[in-house]
């Protein structure tokens, strides 16, 4: 009883914590740090690197955008406090970064895209400067101090962001400021270097987050540079995939560190960037840095001290993800201890709730939805490991059998790729059924994108001892067209005015479609509130008293106040997105939320108005009746030429139902130009117009039929593609009878 009564508490804190946040102002920089910020930052000037004082831009990328001239970044982690700054007896690593980045700015659009640059002041020896080089060559200082605080680190560009802030989930504070005199031609540069500790004292072992960086930037790069500095205690691991250039092992300036070099040159930019999986098909390198205080490190995937380690083999890794998986039951889990005693408490609660009984399918069913209300109920998801554990020792509780799946997201090349643990993900397989990590939506058996048609391995522990880990190789699921369907019902009609169209849209998704849309869809409402009740739990009143009670229903009350008016806002912007054009914002109504098994489809309906779809010519009306699909992909004239090979993720159909209302007095033209079909390997695009019972009924539909293609079939997708976006722009005559 005590414990729900905890929750029921916690569940009242939560919900004032969302109705009372406070929206963060922004602050102005302290003056006091500016020249601080200055003073730490000027020895990089001084560093004589020929790559920061090009000027000439190679004939090649004359009319790009931009050219980044350079971009080097600089880390080295210390456990033996070289620096200087620690005191005795502090066990800290050391993290000293120092970044130096270079770009000519040849036009509008670059300019636009740096009139605000972001530094980091977290710590008192971190430094920034700036500088911009006119083309006469006049040099002037950026100025600081109407630098502004950022709310958001992950609003910060990929160019300003440390690396170490990226290990920490944006651990440091970030500043903003606007550069007011920046012209085509000038070149923009910085300098920068942050310094961080991190507590090891009661950690032998820690794997940073492992780091990717894609060669391709959105600007060609003449010079990309990135140096990992490190002491004896430390692995190093690293590959380079897709003709990346690889880390090099360079003697370091300390005998006692280990330096790798990563420098890669004259990088332009990819024109293919609709149906590309940039990790799959762009030169990249990934990384991870790993320290252990102990040689002895029992199941861990690295290498030895020093050595630059690119591969593991098909045992290694198989021994390794067994091992891990092993070891969950003993993790630290919140409020429980370890995993194991959450495990005891989910099965005592789920004995209580009777379900010894339920036969099979549905006590499979209520386990995952019981580990899902978890999810719901927590601020981070829980990791494909610790689901699979869950939901494997929970069915172990009623002697049900389940199998171990390892694979890896299908835009790696398959499972002899692996390079750290966070690239395995683990799956439970119960009589041939699949059951992935849950997410705020998810249902028992709903396939994932990221997975599809993944190479997969069932792992086993060995016959007997010594001997390897038993693989068995397979494929998970794929899916199909009518796996994945968009469906839309829109009825529309003009408004008294003639400029106005007034839309009622129904929208139903299935599939990976209703995972890609369920997340906004479901944002700003509160389905939380009652997730209980897919597993059959308690509400939480059951356990209140009648003061708890009401100040429970007056959160709730105050809350779902909140999610109406931030919902409205959020649809609105959505909506502009979509028709790129004002929207005024009617309603918004979920019909059926997909949260559930009987209930898969999410279904919602949204009332707003358009202003941007008619045209009059004196009492003559031009509609843009197929407008009302909203803005279709465009592919760029310099994008036709075809690279790399088409992935378009997942098979799929989107269907359009337009029912557009004719105005009294008024006769339609225009509708057999509508009318269009074009089929092929790639996929398909039709378009059916026609006039019933005063209404304009259009029928249109989209279907990609293959996830991926050769870059031979680019004609085929394009010749739908393309009539998908063209039949969007065109309208209908409507004419006053006379």
């Excluded at 456990?79 to 502090?90: D, N, P, V």
């Excluded at 959450?342 to 789920?350: G, R, S």
Aim: with cysteine; net charge neutral; aromatic share 12%.
């Amino acid at each position: 009883m005590k414990k729900y009564l905890n929750q029921s508490c916690l569940l009242l804190a939560f919900l004032f914590f969302l109705i009372g946040q406070p929206v963060a102002a922004q602050e102005i920089i302290d003056e006091d740090f500016l020249e601080t910020l200055e003073v730490n930052a000027k020895t990089l000037w001084d560093e004589k690197v020929p790559a920061f004082s090009v000027t000439a831009v190679p004939e090649q990328f004359k009319k790009e955008s931009a050219v980044i001239m350079g971009y080097r970044r600089m880390v080295s982690i210390d456990k033996k406090s070289r620096a200087g700054f620690l005191t005795k007896g502090e066990r800290s690593l050391v993290f000293l970064e120092n970044v130096r980045f270079r770009i000519r700015l040849n036009d509008r659009n670059a300019v636009r895209n740096f009139t605000e640059i972001y530094f980091r002041y977290t710590d008192k020896l971190d430094g920034f400067s700036a500088r911009i080089t006119k083309p006469d060559g006049t040099v002037s200082r950026v100025a600081l101090d109407r630098a502004v605080s950022v709310e958001h680190v992950s609003s910060v560009p990929e160019f300003f962001k440390s690396f170490f802030d990226k290990e920490m989930e944006g651990a440091g504070a970030y500043y903003k400021v606007a550069i007011p005199d920046l012209d085509p031609g000038d070149i923009f540069e910085y300098v920068t270097n942050t310094h961080n500790k991190l507590n090891v004292k009661n950690t032998g072992y820690i794997e940073f987050n492992p780091q990717f960086e894609i060669c391709i930037k959105s600007y060609p790069i003449l010079y990309n540079q990135i140096i990992m500095e490190m002491d004896e205690k430390s692995y190093f691991k690293s590959a380079s995939l897709n003709g990346a250039p690889v880390f090099k092992r360079e003697p370091a300036a300390d005998p006692d560190f280990y330096r790798f070099v990563f420098t890669d040159k004259e990088r332009g930019v990819e024109k293919d960037i609709n149906f590309v999986n940039s990790m799959s098909v762009y030169p990249m390198v990934k990384f991870q840095v790993i320290y252990a205080n102990s040689d002895k490190i029992k199941g861990a995937l690295v290498g030895n001290r020093g050595e630059l380690k690119s591969s593991f083999t098909r045992e290694e890794l198989a021994r390794k993800a067994w091992e891990d998986y092993e070891q969950v039951s003993d993790l630290f889990y919140p409020e429980y201890g370890t995993v194991q005693k959450l495990v005891d408490a989910i099965w005592n609660e789920m004995r209580s709730l009777g379900y010894r009984v339920l036969d099979k399918e549905d006590y499979i069913e209520k386990v995952y939805y019981k580990i899902r209300n978890i999810v719901v109920n927590k601020d981070s998801y829980l990791s494909d490991k610790l689901v699979a554990y869950l939901f494997g020792s929970l069915l172990y509780q009623k002697d049900i059998k389940s199998e171990l799946i390892i694979c890896v997201p299908n835009s790696m090349r398959g499972i002899r790729d692996i390079l750290f643990d966070e690239e395995i993900r683990y799956v439970i397989r119960v009589d041939g059924k699949y059951y992935f990590n849950c997410t705020d939506h998810s249902n028992p058996g709903e396939l994932v994108e990221a997975l599809l048609g993944s190479e997969a391995w069932e792992i086993n522990l060995p016959p007997e001892k010594g001997a390897s880990i038993q693989i068995k190789q397979l494929r998970l699921p794929d899916a199909g067209v009518a796996d994945n369907t968009a469906d839309y019902i829109i009825n529309a009609a003009l408004m008294e005015n003639r400029n106005i169209v007034q839309v009622r849209r129904q929208s139903s998704f299935k599939g990976i479609s209703k995972a890609r849309e369920v997340g906004t869809a479901l944002r700003y409402t509160p389905y939380m509130l009652t997730d209980f009740e897919s597993y059959g739990g308690r509400s939480p009143i059951a356990y209140m008293s009648a003061a708890q009670s009401e100040e429970y229903h007056k959160a709730i009350r105050a809350l779902k106040e909140q999610f109406a008016s931030k919902k409205e806002e959020e649809v609105r912007q959505g909506l502009e997105r979509e028709y790129q054009q004002k929207v005024i914002y009617k309603n918004f109504e979920i019909k059926s939320d997909g949260r559930s098994v009987k209930k898969k489809d999410l279904v919602f309906t949204e009332d707003f108005e358009l202003h941007g779809l008619v045209r009059k010519a004196g009492k003559k009306l031009l509609v843009n009746i197929p407008g009302l699909v909203g803005s279709q992909l465009q592919i760029k004239n310099e994008e036709r030429e075809r690279t790399y090979d088409i992935n378009v993720a997942y098979a799929r159909r989107l269907r359009w139902v337009i029912r557009f209302a004719i105005p009294e007095g008024y006769t339609v033209e225009g509708l057999q130009e509508l009318n269009q079909q074009v089929e092929n390997e790639a996929g398909s695009f039709s378009c059916m117009a026609e006039e019933k019972e005063n209404t304009v009924l259009l029928t249109i539909e989209k279907t990609y039929k293959q996830a991926k293609l050769p870059k031979e079939k680019w004609a085929e997708m394009l010749a739908f593609v393309d009539a998908a976006f063209n039949n969007s722009f065109k309208y209908v005559l409507l004419k006053p009878k006379k």
